[in-house]
Each structure stands twice: as structure tokens, then as C-alpha cells.
T-cell receptor, first 117, second 108 residues
């Protein structure tokens, strides 16, 4: 009963370092998403993938890249981390595609807490 | 762009009712969701409402939707300490937008 699994759960980086957050879902969902959560700002969409092989920018894509490796996996990469990217990152998935007007319920991972010094 | 707004904090006594409010700006929104986040965890779906409904009730939860005012509320009856969490309003119709979250504190 894994659902959406994110790794790592915690990471500390120095400014300028790079890292990749991994996400995998076992529900055969079409769409996957990366959000960041900051105090007082809720969740903001970074990138999403409506289906395998496609990715699109969300509200706050600058400084990030993504890869939809296959239907199960969607990774988020920080090429040169900055202190402004200190946040909690959530991966989510949904059965319906984001372009299907109604995505249906989003299923979330437990989050990855990233600190950039 | 379109937005979803909610107040950041709410404190109630155990046994009271809690009402968490949310406003949205996208008039074409059709599916509005409430999620709950417990400390250190991801978000879990509580309930959702479709725009052709004014009210939806599920055990202790009541969702009210006023489309004219673009206002959504979540009422939790007989609030318990286990209901302490952050509650997010979300518009998953178009832009996949979440509100900032309302931190509900339940005092014994």
C-alpha cells in the first residue's frame, strides 16, 4: 500500500550544489506533480507531467528541472541550489490527466524537507 | 492569475464546531477540495464538492459552497484534539491551486 513514495525525506545542501528528488507512484496514475510548500504561501505548483513523456511548467518553475522517466517515476532536479529553494517539496499523482479538466483526487507523498545553506 | 485564499489560523475548544473559510477567484471552478495535513505528513483528501451542489455532508464534516460569492467553507462538528492540523482548500479544476492552509488548533 505504498501510494506515492519520495526520497530523500531530508536533505541539507550548500548554495550551488545540485541534487535530485525522486518520486514514484504505484497506482498507475497518468499525471504527476511537484509542489513546494512554504509557510503562509501554501502549495505552489513547480512542474507537472500530464502523461508519460510530457512535462510542463507550473507556477514557480525557475531553478528546477524535471524528468518523467516512465509512468511511475517523476524526478525534480535542482541544478544549482539557492537558499530561496529551502522548502518542503511534495510529489503528487492523479489518475486523470491535468488536461482532462478535472484531475480527480491528488495523492501526495510524505514530503522532502530541503535546506539550502 | 486565479487565486485561492484562506485565513491562516483558527483556534477552538474541544467539542465546539470549527468553521474554516476559503474564497476563490476563478468563476469557472467546478471541483473544490478540502485536504488535511497532519504534522510531518503529506496531504490527505477530506472531501470535495462539485459546483452543482450547495452543500455536502459527510459525518462530522459539512461543506458549504456559495458560487455567487465564490466562497467555500468546511465545518467540523464536535471538534476533537485529533482534528488539530492544517486544512487546505484547493481548486483542482483548472490551475491546480491550493490555498495557504488554515492551521486549526483544538484546545482541551
Amino acid at each position: 500500500n505504498a501510494g506515492v513514495t519520495q526520497t530523500p525525506k531530508f536533505q541539507v545542501l550548500k548554495t550551488g550544489q545540485s541534487m535530485t528528488l525522486q518520486c514514484a507512484q504505484d497506482m498507475n496514475h497518468n499525471s504527476m506533480y511537484w509542489y513546494r510548500q512554504d509557510p503562509g504561501m501554501g502549495l505552489r505548483l513547480i512542474y507537472y507531467s500530464a502523461s508519460e513523456g510530457t512535462t510542463d511548467k507550473g507556477e514557480v518553475p525557475n531553478g528546477y528541472n524535471v524528468s518523467r522517466l516512465n509512468k511511475r517515476e517523476f524526478s525534480l532536479r535542482l541544478e544549482s541550489a539557492a537558499p530561496s529553494q529551502t522548502s518542503v517539496y511534495f510529489c503528487a499523482s492523479s489518475e486523470a490527466g491535468i488536461l482532462a479538466y478535472h484531475t480527480g483526487e491528488l495523492f501526495f507523498g510524505e514530503g522532502s524537507r530541503l535546506t539550502v545553506l | 492569475g486565479e487565486d485561492v485564499e484562506q485565513s491562516l489560523f483558527l483556534s477552538v475548544r474541544e467539542g465546539d464546531s470549527s468553521v474554516i473559510n476559503c474564497t476563490y477567484t476563478d468563476s469557472s471552478s467546478t471541483y473544490l477540495y478540502w485536504y488535511k495535513q497532519e504534522p510531518g505528513a503529506g496531504l490527505q483528501l477530506l472531501t470535495y464538492i462539485f459546483s452543482n451542489m450547495d452543500m455536502k455532508q459527510d459525518q462530522r464534516l459539512t461543506v458549504l459552497l456559495n458560487k455567487k460569492d465564490k466562497h467555500l467553507s468546511l465545518r467540523i462538528a464536535d471538534t476533537q484534539t485529533g482534528d488539530s492540523a492544517i486544512y487546505f482548500c484547493a481548486d483542482l479544476s483548472n490551475d491546480m491551486r491550493f490555498g495557504a492552509g488554515t492551521r486549526l488548533t483544538v484546545k482541551p
